[in-house]
């Protein structure tokens, strides 16, 4: 009960100081060590939540993927989240637009529609034309690196409460992951080196699409490309069969193929930031939360999925050390690989199916906690730092394909890409491709 105390005056006052984390963490305290949850205390969260601009929704969005750490009542709620925060008024834009571009800045466009065309959770995006072109304009929202940076320290208080109620996972590569990326996210220049990046990993497809940066009316807080006509995914569930299986299939390569060619994933499959055109083609519409990996990461991610295939436990030690797993036993093994076979379990067999005959939601919530439970009785495990996006992803993915309800041979896609794979080809085509965006990059 002490414990409880002194944790309650730590979250009140980070809550009493108004910080979006804070909050958060008050709500967190309430619902694991008072067993308060409900449907209504949800609901609140998500309202609180989604009037806040900042990266604290993503935050939440990847807390709720964490086995066990929220209610179900809590998961149902922060899975729902958008980007809903309140956009800037026109007279906010335009004080901000000329910080960006000058004083004379709209003389720059044909038109610049005053209303946001859509909201990100560090900025909005507006319609405009420049010389006779469409085009979006990214603009950050103002004082975002303070409230990144406030966020970010706080979400080591939502981890610590973690840490304390439940100590099967150890969150620290975990925190470090996601503080990373999301201050990377607010660099906007680093975010066009992200799309001239997939531009070039992309120069020769037609069903995946990348914008283009207009870099004179570019800066790091505004970031302005062409326009990608298209709709959202949802728009599709009613379609036809056959229209749905290959918005399936390009969605697999624009997530894929930059992943087992280069290295590179787009660690955020969120439902706004791609859309699809008539023809089924894949717009990629947000780059600022890309990962590159080891070239050893992604032989690791093939031998586990030969390993899990042909029951090889030696195999499977060799890549999880990897991954990044550290003081792996047989028995972490077994555990680990429960996790595994849910997320390869449709890659493996070479005919047509469903991504949900093994891969629903219902078998991934099951599989999830028999993780987390078995996880308690041999003491926990440290996930690695390249754990989290990528696991994202493929979670992410996964609640796409299930939306889309469509058949594929999931086993063909996956070795089209890993079939020949060359770890040192890997390595030289990544090594080209980032010197040729000019990014630096450290692993």
Known sequence: MDEINKFSKRVARYANLGTSAGNIAFKLLGTKFLKKESDKNAADLRNILGNLKGPIMKIAQLLSTVP????KEYVNELTKLQSNAPPMGWNFVKRRMKNELGFNWLDFFDYFEKEPFAAASL?????????????????????MSSIVEADVNQLKLIFSIYKNIDKSIDTSEIQKEISIRIKEELDYYQEQKHIRLFNLIFNKSKEVRIPNVYKEISTNRLISMNLLEGNKLLHFKK???VIRQKIATNMFKAW?????????????????????????NINLLDFGCIRVFKPSFVKGVIDLYYAIKGNNTDLAVHAYESWGFENISKDLIDVLNIWA??????????????MQDTNSSTYGAEAASKVHRELKKIGGVKPPREFVFMDRAAIGLGSVFLHLDAKLNWYKLFHELIDGFNEDSLKKRQRDAIKGVKMEYTF
Not at 68 to 71: A, V, W, Y
């Open 68 to 71: 066990d750490l929220l209610p």
């Open 123 to 143: 900025g909005q995006v507006h319609k405009a034309m420049y010389k006779g072109q469409n085009v979006v304009c990214k603009l950050q929202y103002p004082d």
């Open 239 to 241: 379609h036809p069969h």
């Open 256 to 280: 894929y193929y930059p992943f087992y060619k280069y290295g590179v994933i787009h660690g955020d499959p969120h439902l706004g930031n791609y859309s699809s055109d008539n023809n089924a």
């Open 341 to 354: 076979k849910f997320l390869y379990s449709p890659l493996m067999e070479n005919k047509l199916r469903k």
